[in-house]
């Protein structure tokens, strides 16, 4: 977390809180920071940010610090927190919506292979409203040696590949690796909720 002094203003935090509470869906107003999320968090300690935290830099306003932050991008939506809280707020919402709102505001993000894994998943899952591994690996593979290219880092590209291949390996071992696209049944269903999302009218 930032260690500059907020000034607190309170029509930006007014104007934070009603665009996070109504994008998540979460009644963010009735945390009381009894922490009981934070206990249970199992990438608090290593992103220095535990959930009761982000919620409270939203409440105060700081934009900032929301859109940027370790939890946002290593949140494992594994929705502890949400279990856990007894004003039922799902952290695992809102740490998606601040994704959504640092990408939308261009920002670089703190974690960017994580990001990139992230647009990778999901442009897969819009495809057939179902991930397959072998697509998703491969938008998010091309999206890093691009990446990597740019910083001129020819030997990370042959690294990353030499990885990714050897966990293929594994994965296909313990069959884990589906090489047949599975559909859900109203793919145009999928990609209209897509559309939705994208224009700022559906979670
Ligand atoms: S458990 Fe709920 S109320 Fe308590 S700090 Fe976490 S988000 Fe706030
Ligand atoms: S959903 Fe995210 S914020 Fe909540 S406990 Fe899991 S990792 Fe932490």
Known sequence: MSTNT???DT???????????????????????????AAGCPVGEETG?????????????????????????QCVACYTCGTRCPNN??????????????KEAHLDPLK????????????AAGHYGRFNEIEGMG?????TAINELKKGGLKAVFDEMKAQAKLGMTMTKKKRMHFKIDKVKNVAEVKALYRRAKQGKGE
């Open 139 to 143: 938008i998010y593979e091309t999206k």
């Open 11 to 37: 029509s930006k935090a007014k104007s934070l809180l009603r665009e996070v509470s109504e994008r998540s869906g979460q009644n963010l107003s009735a945390c009381y920071q009894c922490r009981r999320c």
């Open 6 to 8: 907020l000034k607190y």
């Open 49 to 73: 940010v535990t959930p009761d935290r982000l919620v409270r830099t939203v409440l105060l306003g700081d934009r900032d610090e929301a859109l940027n932050n370790l939890l946002v991008w």
């Open 112 to 123: 960017p292979r994580i990001a990139d894994f992230h647009s990778s998943f999901m442009k």
């Open 89 to 102: 707020i799902q952290t695992a919402r809102i740490t998606e919506t601040l994704k959504q709102m640092s």
